[in-house]
């Protein structure tokens, strides 16, 4: 009988120790032409501004939103001010600040996306370069160049590591506000969407960036929508792949495929393609189809002492969402086949009273697709 705390789980640190956060020259902020406007305008009377307050100024015109307000009226924003907003959303520790400096490019980006409004003149807008800088200062572990099992360990949610800074919330959110605005201001090309698209799907593995999940997921679908039908097919290799080779082939990649929600025919066929190039990274390559996968792990004896139960439910797990696409294959029907008969062993062949570590979740997934099990259709 395994202890309980032998019984892998999933979980990876994905941030380390944090930088210092760049020094931006900010000076061009004094010549900005609408807080010069605004000096002279009611604004000042009405919420008490002092103009000569410098960042204090233009911080309460952010955070009581009459920054906004100007910026929409005017339908332009200056290049200082689109710096000083951006660095405010990623490295500013004023949470009420940060918050209202996201809000703030979130809305602008979101005008662009809205029918009848009229696109707001950006005379600055982040490249994704900066966005992977900021991720580096935060200390996203997977910015190195080694290997990333070599910084990377799975944690529990009581370790007392570096977690992940309160700005990366904000961070999400401006890439999905990016991602929707495309059809009226393209700021990241395919490739650097399909990296971000990546990098986004395994934050699913952080147990520390739990409370975000809401905002990743909106994250994850706003990037699928983001490629063309054209565009989409050759880029779901791409992403897959990515994910397939930095995955663990632990519970880690059982969580990534749980988390790649299924409610649109992208999101479905990306979880299988994701699913597959994981399983054949599990096998090194050494098989090259799933017909050779499924006679592989026939042969398994589930009597010897030594199964590895594990693997079995993590293979289960991935042909199961490899099979959710349905996809055409003329060896199909034998690949059907097959799969049944691999379920009906794994619910047959194991006892309800092995104890053997994940034999009786083996037993339990494979009886309950071989009852759920999706009918081929004709």
């Not at 994905?14 to 609408?34: A, E, H, I, R, S």
């Not at 309800?352 to 009886?367: I, P």
Request: proline share 3%; with cysteine; hydrophobic share 40%.
């Amino acid at each position: 009988m395994v202890a309980e705390d032998e019984i892998p789980t999933w979980g990876l640190r994905l941030f380390g120790p944090k930088k210092d956060p760049p020094q931006w020259d900010f000076t061009g902020l004094g010549n900005c032409k609408l807080l010069e406007a605004s000096v002279d305008s009611a604004i000042n009377s009405m919420l008490e501004l002092d103009s000569e307050e410098g960042d204090n100024f233009l911080e309460r015109l952010l955070m009581n939103g009459w920054l906004s307000n100007w910026v929409f009226t005017c339908g332009h924003v200056e290049d200082s001010i689109a710096l000083w907003a951006f660095y405010q959303m990623l490295y500013s520790t004023n949470e009420e600040l940060q918050i209202s400096a996201c809000d703030f490019w979130c809305s602008v980006l979101r005008n662009d996306t809205e029918v009848d409004a009229s696109i707001i003149r950006l005379d600055w807008h982040p490249k994704y370069a900066e966005l992977r800088d900021a991720l580096n200062i935060y200390g996203y572990l997977m910015d190195s160049s080694a290997n990333y099992s070599s910084h990377s360990t799975a944690v529990h949610e009581d370790s007392q590591i570096d977690g992940p800074p309160q700005n990366i919330k904000s961070w999400i959110k401006f890439l999905t506000a990016c991602f929707r605005a495309r059809y009226a201001r393209q700021i990241f090309s395919i490739s650097e969407v399909e990296e971000a698209l990546g990098g986004i799907i395994f934050f699913f593995v952080d147990r520390h960036l739990q409370g975000l999940s809401y905002f990743i997921s909106e994250c994850m679908l706003s990037a699928l929508s983001f490629f063309t039908d054209d565009e989409w097919n050759i880029s779901c290799e791409n992403i897959a792949n990515c994910l397939a080779n930095r995955i663990p082939k632990n519970m880690n990649c059982v969580r990534v495929l749980e988390c790649i929600s299924v409610v649109n025919a992208r999101s479905k066929n990306l979880r299988s393609k994701v699913a597959l190039r994981i399983l054949l990274n599990c096998f090194d390559m050494k098989v090259s189809s799933m017909k050779d996968i499924l006679i592989f792990l026939l042969a398994i004896n589930v009597k010897d002492k030594n199964c590895d139960f594990f693997n079995m439910y993590r293979n289960l797990v991935l042909i199961d969402n490899w099979l959710l696409s349905d996809p055409p294959l003329d060896e199909k029907p034998t690949i059907l086949e097959l799969w049944n008969k691999f379920l009906r062993n794994c619910s047959s062949q194991i006892t309800s009273t092995d104890w053997r570590s994940y034999a009786s979740k083996v037993r339990n997934k494979a009886s309950y697709l071989l009852q759920n099990q999706r009918k081929d259709p004709q």
